[in-house]
């Protein structure tokens, strides 16, 4: 199991549809049949949960790399 944080690159975030100030939360994945801990941003409104590209994309092609590596 493995632990990240990602926190927003930069600034205060708001929800597109209702201009509430996001909230961080934790967060569970599952991938690759490995669960990782992380913290997204969350409406505390609406249930809006952004999550960051690299996070959808980079950063689980960068831990599937490294599960293969093992
Ligand atoms: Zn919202």
Redesign the pocket.
């Known amino acids: 199991m493995s632990q990240g944080f990602y926190p927003p690159e930069s600034g205060t975030w708001s ?6 100030p ?1 909230e961080e939360k934790a967060a569970s994945i599952t991938y690759l049949e490995s669960s990782f801990h992380v913290t997204l941003l969350t ?6 949960v952004l999550v960051p590209e690299h996070l959808s994309m980079g950063k689980m092609f960068e831990v599937e790399k490294l599960l293969e590596d093992k």
């Open positions: 929800c597109m549809a209702c201009h509430c996001l409406c505390p409104q609406c249930g809006l």
